[in-house]
């Protein structure tokens, strides 16, 4: 009777410790994942303003097309309930997660304007539509959800 007691305490404390520490790479995980996302937009964001030359207002510019993904939680990673994009010079995107933390990515880059102010993603596939415009400012790379007919490159 005593080692079944004796088991059962060490399995809980095993779980104490076991499942803080996954949560915490669950966490790590999803951060690097946020990051990646920024990353991604931005180097699509800068591609466009380097090889395209924005166009005059009224006339549709350059365009790319690229594919977010927001995790939904697993095993390995922490599931985000919201996923802010906001422009600037450059992208930032904000990832609320399930469990509570705020991840926060910004990375540098060519100017950048979201529709809407910013935009909001929930878990899962999401397109998004990269034109390179102008302004009276110069060139600006305009962010926007892709139409389902709209084709992915």
Do not use: N
């Not at 779980?15 to 790590?28: I, L, M, S």
């Not at 207002?57 to 990673?77: D, E």
């Not at 540098?108 to 910013?118: A, I, L, M, T």
């Not at 596939?125 to 389902?148: E, M, N, W």
């Amino acid at each position: 009777m005593i080692r079944v007691v004796l088991t059962c305490l060490l399995a809980v404390a095993i779980a104490g410790v076991a499942f803080p520490a996954a949560d915490a790479a669950r966490a790590d995980a999803t951060t690097v994942k946020i990051g990646t996302m920024a990353d991604e937009l931005a180097h699509a964001s800068a591609t466009l303003a380097t090889t395209e030359d924005p166009t005059p207002a009224g006339v549709a510019g350059a365009q790319r097309h690229i594919v977010l993904t927001v995790p939904s939680g697993s095993w390995r990673a922490a599931g985000v309930s919201r996923l802010s994009i906001r422009g600037g010079d450059g992208v930032e995107l904000t990832a609320t997660t399930s469990s509570g933390p705020t991840v926060v990515r910004r990375v540098g880059g060519p100017r950048v304007r979201v529709v809407g102010e910013r935009l909001v993603l929930g878990p899962g596939q999401h397109r998004l539509k990269l034109t390179l415009a102008s302004d009276t400012d110069g060139s600006v790379v305009v962010i926007a959800p892709a139409h389902a007919d709209s084709s992915v490159a």
